[in-house]
């Protein structure tokens, strides 16, 4: 028996044909059974009627999330959920499913204990797709920009988004091994040799807080340039961003749609130029709305939201207070108060990317790290790339499930991971 998926069946609309799937809906009584088969491409109406099986105890033995093969004729139906309907001819159970613990309506917490099972909802199935898409399009973002493929350890010796966030790990009885929380130090040595880098990783941070936009352990994209102004970097993340948004609404169609995503405010941002906006002309257009931040304190989450909402394209906010943002960015010559740092911000989310380009003066970098009350002499590897032909140079990092929220209209980053690690939840 040869199999054809559901979705090929839908576009071949008539004709015998085998399906194979789980059962995810069914209805009916001894006489006539309704399913709702499900595999990976959609789903679709099969119905089994009394006189074609007369081993009755088979379909009656059917209940939800049974995996079945099942041959039959197409017939098109306007009732049936997807257009058509399999008259069933012959059946098998392959395995059988005993009262699936995930019924309509069911508590966030239990869907959470039960992720695993979760997984095969429709929804969880379509950010999937949704999320395979994002990583193949920064992929191909970046190999037709130039870049290669480039890996950072995971266990690494050095902070560098800030020590408080970081998980230490039993590294043979070592104190200062850690997981990483950016692939930057390790990628900034290797753009002396090979130059434009990229890369998509976990990325974990030991982060306490409870948010719609926060996981302990995320997958970030992150890109490293040799001979880069600060507008380069910028240039690339929006050009990497657009070319994410492209993808998916040309390969997503019928999941956005199952998602009820309207995709207007993304189809609009594809022919435009994205926002630029300094950090202080941002606290001045947050003021006109009623918002007063005082100069020198970071954006919060519902002040880059709000900023946001003033635009109808995401917006990058530049030149950020020095004091606020990482020892390794650019001071700006003319104020040395800020930093060639930038965030992009979109709407209902805030910050999706963080970038910057990078200090290259040696002593600077040195005084910034004491600011921060680390050792210098702990980074000389990091350091040996501002003494021996440093260039100009910078990069970004995008949180991959972040960019998925926004994209699948999301309310929390946690249904954009297959299994979310948040400071509460490690299990299952
Ligand atoms: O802004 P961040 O901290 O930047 C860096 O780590 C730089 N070293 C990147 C670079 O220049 N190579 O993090 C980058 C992005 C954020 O904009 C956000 O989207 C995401 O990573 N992110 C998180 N996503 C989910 N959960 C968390 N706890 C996150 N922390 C950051
Ligand atoms: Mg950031």
């Known amino acids: 028996m040869s199999f054809i998926s559901v979705q090929q069946a839908i576009d071949k609309g008539e004709g015998q044909v085998s399906l194979r799937g789980w059962i995810h809906r069914e209805r009916g009584s001894n006489k006539l059974k309704f399913i709702v088969l499900r595999d990976s491409s959609n789903i679709i109406q099969v119905v089994c009627k009394r006189d074609i099986f007369e081993d009755w105890s088979l379909i009656d033995k059917l209940s939800v999330e049974s995996s079945i093969e099942v041959t039959g004729t197409l017939h098109e139906d306007a009732r049936a959920p997807t257009g058509y309907e399999l008259r069933a001819e ?137 001979w880069a102004s600060f507008s380069d970097i910028i240039g690339h993340g929006e050009g990497m961003v657009k070319h994410i948004v492209q993808k998916v609404l040309k390969d997503n169609v019928l999941e956005l749609s199952l998602l009820e995503r309207d995709t207007k405010d993304l189809e609009n941002l594809l022919d435009k130029p994205f926002i630029q906006i300094t950090y202080t002309d941002a606290l001045a257009k947050l003021k006109t709305v009623g918002m007063n931040v005082e100069w020198g304190k970071d954006l919060r989450t519902l002040e880059e939201e709000k900023l946001c909402e003033l635009y109808d394209v995401p917006v990058v906010v530049t030149h950020y207070p020095k004091k606020v943002k990482a020892f390794y960015m650019t001071e700006d010559q003319d104020n040395p108060d800020v930093v060639h740092g930038c965030d992009f911000l979109v709407k209902g989310i805030g910050e999706i990317l963080g970038g910057s380009h990078r200090e290259h003066d040696l002593e600077k970098i040195k005084q910034r790290l004491i600011d921060d009350n680390e050792d210098p002499s702990e980074y000389e590897f990091y350091l040996d790339t501002r003494r021996y032909g440093s260039v100009p140079h910078g990069g970004f990092g995008l949180g991959t499930e972040r960019v998925i929220r926004w994209i699948c209209g999301f309310d929390q980053v946690k249904d954009c991971i297959a299994f979310p690690r948040t400071p509460e939840r490690y299990k299952p």
């Open 90 to 226: 012959s059946l098998t159970l392959v395995g059988e499913s005993h009262e699936y613990p995930i019924t309509r309506d069911m508590s966030v917490e239990h869907l959470a204990n039960n992720r695993h099972l979760w997984l095969r909802s429709r929804k969880m199935m379509a950010m999937l797709k949704i999320r395979s898409t994002v990583f193949t399009a920064i992929r191909d973002y970046f190999l037709q920009q130039g870049f290669i493929e480039y890996h950072s350890p995971i266990f690494q010796a050095v902070q560098c988004e800030g020590g408080s966030e970081l998980f230490e790990v039993n590294y043979f009885d070592k104190k200062d091994v850690f997981l990483t929380q950016t692939w930057q130090l390790y990628a900034e040595p290797a753009i002396f040799g090979v130059e434009k880098i990229f890369t998509i990783a976990p990325t974990f941070r030991a982060e306490k807080s409870l948010t719609a936009r926060h996981l302990t352990e995320f997958w970030m994209a992150e890109m490293e340039m040799a």
